[in-house]
């Protein structure tokens, strides 16, 4: 059974309203994109905390702080690099907000984020809310944005059944409690690829999330992320295929083999899309891997696998 790292209980009387934790690793540049908008909507509040969390980078991100915080954001530093999902751990660890917003130092927040998933976290119960989010390039020039799951915002109801067929969350557009957080448990070190589409689950399982149906957040893809480099090599499949094991899990035991079949279905079609895209670009290598793992996905859909806790 993989180890689920413990989250410390923060006393309700040192919490402020909002944690904004943002992990950066050697994309300084992109942090002076994201950092300003953060700033923004919440530096004028005094129940508010913006923390820079640096994974050992070498370019500098206190300058970035210095420059574009206003005072009002300070830096924590890994002693040394530990990785994507342990620093994601670290966040949580010093994050003592009710409410913790993870945001990746090359993602970026749009204007009324905060205020639109405050409200939506009014909701009883709620343990997250998830807004709609668009893809940017390098440059930061639009690429697809997400669907609608739900008309206006709402708790989203089946979304238990949804995360564990596919992610169907952009890292930036999700807001969870820290209680939440301190009942599930930390990001699974096992699952360095899909750790957050395990904790996005976790959390659909353990309470209500509420779906916000505006466009709030910006998700970056580019060839120097981690994802890139797993396209490339096809391992971007095979880890999700480990990952349904662990994220099938949350689901009832009766349902568990469709929706094991189903999210195998539905990572045949995320590789070919994903090898046709590569195809259309060029990189002949990179779609020959995923039409590979593809094939590989669909021999595994009359029997399944198994299922790990």
Not at 90 to 113: K, M, Q, W
Not at 251 to 274: I, M, Q
Request: net charge neutral.
């Amino acid at each position: 059974m993989a180890t689920i790292p413990t989250i410390a209980t923060v006393g309700s009387t040192d919490r402020p309203r909002w944690s904004v934790l943002i992990p950066v690793h050697d994309c300084a540049d992109h942090l002076a994109r994201a950092l300003p908008q953060v700033v923004a909507q919440l530096g004028d509040r005094e129940d508010a905390e913006i923390v820079v969390v640096d994974d050992a980078s070498r370019d500098h991100p206190e300058e970035v702080v210095a420059e574009l915080g206003r005072g009002r954001v300070r830096i924590e530093r890994n002693p040394r690099n530990l990785g994507a999902v342990a620093t994601f751990n670290r966040c949580l660890e010093i994050a003592r907000g009710e409410l913790v917003h993870l945001l990746h130092g090359d993602d970026e927040t749009l204007p009324g984020f905060y205020a639109f998933m405050e409200q939506a976290l009014a909701a009883p119960g709620a343990v997250a809310a998830v807004c709609r989010a668009q893809d940017i390039d390098e440059a930061g020039t639009p690429l697809y944005t997400t669907r609608s799951y739900r008309e206006g915002t709402q708790v989203w109801t089946d979304a238990l059944d949804a995360f564990a067929v596919s992610n169907r969350v952009r890292a930036p557009g999700i807001v969870v409690r820290r209680r939440a957080y301190e009942e599930v448990g930390g990001y699974r070190t096992d699952l360095p690829h899909a750790a957050d589409w395990e904790m996005w689950t976790r959390l659909a399982a353990h309470g209500p999330v509420v779906f916000v149906d505006e466009v709030l957040a910006r998700y970056r893809k580019h060839d120097g992320s981690h994802t890139s480099t797993l396209v490339r090599s096809g391992a971007n499949v095979r880890e999700r295929v480990t990952a349904i094991g662990a994220v099938s899990a949350h689901v009832d035991p009766a349902r568990r083999p469709s929706t094991v079949r189903r999210a195998l279905a539905h990572s045949v079609y995320f590789a070919g899309r994903s090898s046709f895209g590569l195809a259309r670009s060029g990189d002949w290598t990179a779609a020959r891997r995923q039409a590979r793992e593809a094939a590989r996905c669909a021999a595994l859909i009359p029997t399944g696998i198994e299922v790990s806790p």
